[in-house]
């Protein structure tokens, strides 16, 4: 069964604007985490954000945020004032506890354009 | 401080013939990971590493896909017989712990692409 649903293969977003990308997940385990990355041409993957299933708040680092909707199993991601160094592959994984291995979405391919 | 490396950048091979993979983790760093992303696809988990012992190998394709992990550093992802369906970016990560962690970021590496012809 699939774990990680990325349903927008591409978005574009003008320069400056913000842009969610979204994801949704599957797990019966109560505790997990929920990690986005972000992968550029040239193939390196970083990583962004982190959210805790037990996180009570919804984490925020600079322009990235977690629009983290526990019940709806969902972990938009949400980047403000977009810029053309955000144009990349954006991945959702997902750590399940006492396991090892992130599961990943498919991503979104994002294009910023001026 | 170096970040995770990967040997080499590039490998074409034909099929049938055995390939090794090299990543060199973070420097202490006890985890470690691989994932294989297909052309336009997401990545998959394959094996990881905790120190030089393998917990989970489930995602390993086949036999023909082997990994190990010597003096709790660098590994090698072996693949042999190549198919071209084996065609895909190999990617290494690592953490500085594995299990129990949730947070524990991994940290990637460029990756290797592999074609089979």
């Known amino acids: 069964a699939q774990k990680i649903t990325q349903t927008q293969p591409g978005m574009f977003v003008q320069e400056k604007e913000a842009v969610t990308l979204d994801c949704t997940y599957d797990?019966?385990?109560?505790?997990?985490?929920l990690f986005w990355y972000k992968q550029p041409s040239s193939g390196e993957m970083i990583f962004l954000i982190y959210?805790?299933?037990?996180?009570?708040q919804n984490a925020t680092e600079g322009r990235y945020s977690l629009n983290f909707q526990k019940a709806r199993k969902s972990a938009n991601l949400v980047i403000s004032a977009s810029q053309l160094g955000d144009s990349a592959m954006y991945f959702c994984?997902?750590?399940?506890?006492?396991?090892?291995?992130?599961?990943f979405g498919t991503g979104t391919r994002l294009q910023v354009f001026p | 401080g170096a970040g995770v490396s990967q040997s080499p950048s590039n490998k074409v091979t034909e099929k049938g013939k055995d390939v090794e993979l090299r990543c060199d983790p973070i420097?202490?760093?006890?985890?470690l990971y691989w994932y294989r992303q297909s052309l336009g696809q997401g990545l998959e988990f394959l094996i990881y590493?905790?120190?030089?012992?393998?917990?989970?190998k489930s995602g390993l394709p086949s036999d023909r896909f082997s990994a190990e992990r010597t003096g709790g550093s660098v590994s090698t992802l072996t693949i042999q017989r190549t198919q071209q369906e084996d065609s895909a970016v190999y990617l290494c990560?690592?953490?500085?712990?594995?299990?129990?962690?949730?947070?524990?970021?991994?940290?990637f590496g460029p990756g290797t692409r592999l074609t089979v012809l």
């Open positions: 420097s202490g760093h006890t985890a």
């Open positions: 990560a690592s953490s500085l712990e594995g299990a129990g962690g949730l947070h524990n970021e991994q940290f």
């Open positions: 797990t019966s385990d109560p505790s997990y985490g």
């Open positions: 959210q805790g299933s037990y996180d009570q």
């Open positions: 590493f905790q120190g030089n012992s393998a917990p989970d």
């Open positions: 994984a997902m750590r399940e506890v006492n396991t090892d291995k992130l599961i």
